[in-house]
């Protein structure tokens, strides 16, 4: 026998498996208790981020309305601006039918002034003239007016006074109404020549075309300038308005941007703080089922685990929901599976010591053992020399099986009819350890067995305090 191992699986008895699955019940009770608070966590956790994403949709409204009372003020702004460009320009209008009044000429202005009075109303209720002023206005200049009623005695008097009105154009006459101040300049020569005497006739005949000249020529300039003064107005209220949009679009897009890089941060603490509910319990199974030789426990946990902080690590807030949720689901199925490794561990423990009892009680010298997580190694000595090497591990169905590997035992020979191997005093010395080994209160082992064992065959135990050796011829 010695040489071969010899195998025996092991059995709880009825007290014991009694204990062992209240204590199951224990432990199945604390993993659900867990579970609910964490579950309760969980869920503390979705009402607080519940919470800040509406606060964050609140500020994003506000935020919005901000927007659009900003763009409604500076569209006020704008057409603010627009009617008092009209008003100003309206006001022009009056003056041009006023100037026409005095001219002395009544024809049609009845009817201008009507328009005016037709457009001003538009203006007050806020709509937005566009070219219905510069056509008026066209109208009005085309128009122009009439010869003077009255005529000054002292023509020299009458030549300097239109010499002023053109002269007040400035450099803008000639600039902005070319034409217009060339012949203003040539009728005033023409009428400075008919102020010699004698040519009164041809002085009168003059002086209306000259005022007409003179009128349209301001007009026109006047115009101008104001056109000029009003596309650089139009211009510097665009500019400001772009400004203004420009401002308004980069500063929607770094609130956009940060807006989006504060939905990353919130969902990678949401997923973070998740983390947190279920990372120590994660660490513990991985450490555990690492130590009690379930590397495959150990490697599903660990892997899942990394799986969430690798996500958090690379900022990807949909890698990390998705990992954390599957640790989660993964978790309380590991907590089972961990308890039952336990449940294992202890149960070999128990057999441990009930199998050094017994051994020592045997007269065995127990020299010291190892643990390898999945199995316990248990080294004994016999006052022969004989050495025993038992091993308490686990069979694939979950129960303790013992190994036993012995040296230095003379007890084993081979039969000569069908050369199986004989072992009675090693077999009856460990049976009767077995025996010992608690009962219903303990283990309960089954049969001995070994490579080459006769079927069917069982030694009887060696009465206790019996001391026998059976040696080969």
């Known amino acids: 026998m010695s040489g071969s191992p010899k195998y025996s699986s092991v059995g709880v008895g009825a007290l014991y498996a009694q204990r062992e699955a209240a204590e199951r019940r224990r432990r199945a009770e604390e993993r659900r208790a867990r579970e609910r608070r964490r579950a309760a966590e969980r869920e ?17 409204a506000e935020v919005a309305a901000r927007r659009a009372a900003e763009r409604t003020a500076q569209e006020a702004r704008v057409r603010a601006g627009q009617a ?73 008097a009458t030549l300097a006074a239109l010499d002023r009105r053109l002269a007040a154009t400035g450099r803008d006459g000639p600039a902005l109404d070319a034409d217009g101040h060339r012949a203003c300049t040539d009728l005033l020569e023409q009428l400075r020549e008919a102020t010699a005497p004698g040519r009164e006739v041809r002085f009168e005949a003059l002086l209306g075309t000259v005022e007409h000249a003179l009128t349209r020529h301001t007009v026109t300039v006047t115009e101008a300038l104001a056109a000029a003064e009003r596309a650089a107005r139009t211009a510097r ?102 308890d039952e490794l336990e449940l294992a561990y202890e149960r070999r423990r128990d057999l441990v010591e009930a199998l050094r009892d017994a051994m020592t009680g045997e007269g065995f010298a127990f020299e010291g053992g190892e643990d390898d997580g999945g199995s316990f190694r248990l080294h004994f000595s016999r006052p022969t020399g004989a050495m025993y090497e038992t091993t308490v591990a686990t069979g694939d169905d979950g129960a303790p099986v013992l190994v036993y590997h012995v040296d230095g035992e003379p007890d084993t020979t081979l039969t000569a009819e069908r050369g199986e191997a004989v072992c009675d005093t090693t077999e009856a010395l460990l049976e009767r350890v077995h025996l010992a080994l608690g009962g219903d209160d303990g283990f309960v082992a089954g049969e001995l067995t070994w490579d080459g064992k006769p079927p069917d065959r069982r030694a009887e135990p060696l009465p206790g305090g019996t001391v026998r050796w059976w040696t080969s011829p």
């Not at 919470?51 to 994003?60: M, P, Y």
């Not at 009209?86 to 041009?96: S, V, Y």
């Not at 206005?137 to 007016?145: E, F, S, T």
């Not at 958090?312 to 929901?321: G, K, N, T």
């Open 44 to 60: 503390r956790l979705a009402r607080d981020a519940e919470r800040r994403r509406a606060a964050a949709a609140r500020r994003e």
């Open 84 to 156: 008092r460009a009209d008003e100003r320009a309206l006001d022009e209008l009056r003056g041009l039918l006023a100037e026409a009044r005095r001219s002395g000429e009544r024809a049609d202005l009845g009817t201008l002034e009507g328009e005016l009075t037709g457009l001003r109303l538009r203006a007050a209720r806020g709509e937005s003239l566009g070219g219905a002023v510069e056509e008026l206005r066209g109208r009005i200049v085309d128009r122009g007016p009439a010869a003077t009623g009255a005529r000054t005695e002292d023509r020299a």
């Open 237 to 338: 209220e665009r500019a400001a308005a772009d400004e203004a949009e420009r401002v308004r679009n980069e500063t929607a897009a770094a609130e956009r941007e940060a807006a989006a890089e504060k939905a990353v941060e919130t969902a990678l603490a949401e997923a973070a703080e998740r983390l947190d509910v279920v990372r120590e319990a994660a660490e513990a199974v991985v450490a555990a089922a690492a130590e009690l030789g379930d590397p495959g426990l150990a490697g599903e946990i660990g892997d899942a685990l990394r799986a969430v902080t690798g996500a958090l690590a690379a900022r990807s807030p949909a890698e990390a929901r998705t990992a954390v949720a599957d640790l989660e689901r993964r978790l309380p199925d590991a907590e089972g599976r961990l």
